[in-house]
């Protein structure tokens, strides 16, 4: 016997909702699974003192977003637009945007 | 009640499937919006809580030397007087940079570690580095010098490709192969590092440092976390781009919408009121058509942005995220999903699209059949 429309569409919804429970399992399970490699970063970022995620090395402003000076993105003259692409996914840091309000 | 539903869904599908090819279209291209969506959001909020755990040890504040504008070395006697200060626990000097190496095009950071791990003539390399270069532990690394001089060290170590997020770039000697390699005097480093007894204190300690040494700018980890959090928030550079151009599509879908139906579906309404329909009934098949498109796209969405990010490492956004780096992290992020983001997405895509199909039916749905039909 064929099954009603609209049996069918609640079985693909139900579907979808347990691919989501799947979904949300998974990056439970991946979290603690994690734990290891998220220690050892901690470690690293411990003993060598560093400052900042390794995102983007084309430039030392986006490298180094947390110790990013303002002039570095215009390093090639006060007027001169942003050149490196990663300067447009990654915002000035905010303790540079407060100071500039202040000035 | 539920077999009257049913009914209606079951003639709103039978409906949906006689315009195959459209609604397909719309389906699919509701999918997508929904999953670049869902992909940035997934993304972002991955990168920010990764930041969030992996930083939280970095150092309670750097003190950095500017000169006209721009950081430069800093002296060891600047140390001796934040050292001073009440309050401050430790002061280490840091040294590091950066090297262009320009037989690959790649920029690395250098540091040489303060605890004198590595020996002289030796490096320990990130994942990075040793698959750009395609090298390993034994192999001799060139780097040009200061001078104009070609330096040979020994590749000791790789550091763990799991640390590539922190690391990738990372290339550590030793303190006086790094004073020789970029000429650097030994009373110079990069910048200092503090640590502080009492951390209610570190807003005093900044005010003292920045007031005895004002050609310098202290950077404290609370500003470290914020740039992170500011960094891929929904305000910062191309995601605000990308959310723009999603929220105009969304402004498109619902304004087909709710601009009002075609005179097929006006046709259709006024044949369902005559046949002795009730103006709710149409308005719960407007709900269910509503409903079958935008939670399907939203739910499907959802598990595509999951698998691009998570399984793939964003492969869409690859050449966004690696702009015109030679050397890039090849990292798989932790899938730390924010319910509350999950929530917001429901929100922002089937709220409005259910909503926006349902007013322009009940406006059809209102007036008298015998004039939806002869209109």
């Known amino acids: ?103 | 009640m539920i077999d009257k539903q049913r009914n209606i869904i079951d003639f709103t599908l039978a409906a949906l499937l006689r315009r195959k090819g459209k609604n397909a279209a719309l389906l699919v291209s509701y999918t997508l919006v929904v999953a670049l969506l869902a992909s940035v959001m997934l993304l972002t909020q991955a990168l920010r809580r990764e930041a969030g755990l992996v930083l939280q040890d970095s150092p309670e504040m750097v003190v950095q030397k500017l000169v006209a504008g721009r950081y430069d070395l800093i002296p060891l006697e600047y140390r001796d007087k934040i050292a001073a200060i009440m309050g401050v626990s430790s002061v280490v000097g840091r040294l590091w940079g950066y090297y262009y190496d320009a037989g690959v095009g790649a920029n690395y950071t250098i540091m040489a570690p303060t605890d004198s791990s590595i020996a002289q003539g030796a490096i320990t390399i990130g994942e990075g580095i040793a698959r750009t270069r395609k090298i390993g532990v034994g192999d001799l690394f060139p780097l040009l010098g200061a001078d104009g001089q070609t330096k040979l060290y020994q590749v000791s170590r790789l550091l763990s490709s799991e640390s590539s997020l922190v690391s990738a770039d990372l290339l550590l000697m030793a303190e006086d192969d790094f004073r020789a390699l970029f000429n650097i005097p030994s009373h110079l480093v990069t910048d200092l590092v503090l640590s502080v007894g009492n951390p209610s204190e570190l807003a005093t300690i900044v005010r003292k440092i920045t007031e005895a040494l004002p050609d310098t700018r202290p950077v404290i980890r609370e500003d470290v976390a914020r740039t992170y959090d500011a960094l891929f928030s929904w305000r910062s550079g191309i995601l605000l781009v990308i959310l723009f151009s999603v929220v105009l599509s969304f402004l498109i879908f619902a304004w087909d919408k709710a601009s009002g139906l075609s005179a097929e579906e006006r046709h259709e309404i006024g044949i369902l009121k005559a046949l002795g329909w009730d103006t709710s009934d149409v308005l719960f098949m407007k709900f269910w058509e509503g409903m079958a498109i935008s939670f399907s796209s939203f739910m499907t969405g959802v598990l595509l942005a999951y698998i691009h990010v998570f399984f793939t490492s964003s492969a869409l956004f690859q050449p966004v995220l690696k702009g015109w780096s030679v050397l890039y992290p090849d990292f798989r992020l932790v899938p730390f999903i924010s319910p509350y983001q999950i929530v917001t997405l429901f929100f922002l895509t089937v709220v409005p699209y259910t909503v926006a199909t349902i007013i322009p039916a009940w406006r059809a749905a209102t007036i008298d059949p015998d004039a939806v039909m002869r209109a």
């Open chain 1, 1 to 103: 016997m064929a099954l009603r429309t609209s049996t069918t569409f609640f079985l693909f919804v139900t579907l979808q909702i347990v691919l989501l429970g799947i979904m949300a399992a998974h990056a439970a399970s991946r979290k603690i699974a994690a734990i290891p490699q998220i220690t050892e970063k901690q470690m690293m970022v411990r003993d060598y003192g560093l400052t900042d995620l390794c995102l983007f090395t084309e430039a030392r402003y986006t490298r180094h977003p947390s110790l990013a000076d303002q002039h570095s993105p215009f390093q090639d003259g006060p007027l001169s637009f942003e050149h490196f692409p990663s300067g447009t996914l990654a915002g000035p840091p905010p303790a540079l945007l407060v100071r500039a309000n202040h000035d």
